[in-house]
């Protein structure tokens, strides 16, 4: 195999990124969807935890990505072994405004459309819609802002102070070191001619959470993708393709 193509995609390029529509919902199954829909409270070891009704029937977890080729590779002749190969990505974290804190627990999964998924599943999907080719957990990082004491409950450090949870810390990137056994999907002559990639990037959104006014009390917030404050955490997203084939004869692809 000899690589014939590269492809690199950039969400700052997405052709969505300013359509509200690209943000929505998908059903997952997360012990955290459908938003709850009346405030509970629970103690746990003395610990007190509200959590509070977030006023939306459904989060919204997913984001569509959306380039076009312009017929760009139009030519490109590929056999029946062609293969597109994931060689590096980056999978954004989202972060709330309010809370400086992740929005997301569990695994990011990015779902790409139009590409060949006879043999490709997973348990979400069951095999059918878009087929997943990537996923990664968030990275947690507890970044801090120095410690500044008063009366501030229930640990005496002022809100802006607090350690804030992947505060700093906006995606994870994945570089491919082994193209010829992972991340490497067959695709044929339609697929590039077509000239569409579609993506859809898919998170387990949670709460966020915050001191309440009295000591070992604690408030979770729903929290849900939001189209305005999230657009530069989604722009960061990034995907780099490599295509690989067969050689051949051909000088274009040889040299």
């Known amino acids: 195999m000899e690589q014939k193509a590269r492809i690199t995609l950039f969400g700052i390029d997405d052709e969505e990124k300013n359509n509200a529509d690209s943000i929505y919902t998908t059903v997952i199954n997360s012990t955290y969807f459908p ?4 405030d509970s409270v629970k103690t746990i070891d003395g610990v ?3 959590t509070k009704a977030a006023g939306f029937t459904e989060r919204k977890n997913t984001k569509r990505y959306r380039f076009t080729l312009n017929n760009h590779l139009k030519s490109l002749k590929l056999t029946k072994k062609a293969k597109l190969v994931i060689e590096s990505i980056t999978l954004p ?5 309010s809370f400086l804190q992740s929005k997301n627990i ?3 999964v990015l779902r790409m459309k139009n590409i060949p998924n006879h043999h490709i599943y997973d348990s979400s999907t069951k095999g059918k819609g878009s087929s997943v080719i990537f996923s ?3 990275l947690l990082n507890t970044q801090g802002f120095g410690v500044v004491h008063n009366a501030a409950l229930p640990d005496e450090v ?5 350690p804030r949870l992947n505060s700093d ?3 994870n990137l994945f570089i491919n070191t082994s193209p010829n056994n992972l991340y ?4 044929t002559d339609d697929f590039i001619r077509n000239g569409v990639f579609e993506f859809e990037l898919i998170f387990d959104i949670a709460n966020c959470w915050k001191n309440f006014n009295n000591v070992n009390v604690f408030e979770y917030i729903p929290q849900t993708l939001d189209y305005t404050t999230d657009k530069d955490d989604l722009e960061a997203f990034m995907i780099s393709f490599i295509i690989m084939d067969e050689p051949n004869d051909d000088k274009i692809y040889n040299s």
Do not use: D, M
Request: proline content about 10%.
């Open 184 to 187: 490497n999907f067959t695709i």
């Open 136 to 138: 990664s957990p968030v």
């Open 158 to 162: 002022a809100p802006q102070y607090k």
């Open 106 to 108: 569990n695994n990011i």
């Open 48 to 50: 007190t935890f509200r």
């Open 93 to 97: 974290n989202v972060l709330s405004e």
């Open 35 to 38: 938003a709850p829909q009346a």
């Open 169 to 171: 810390n906006n995606g």
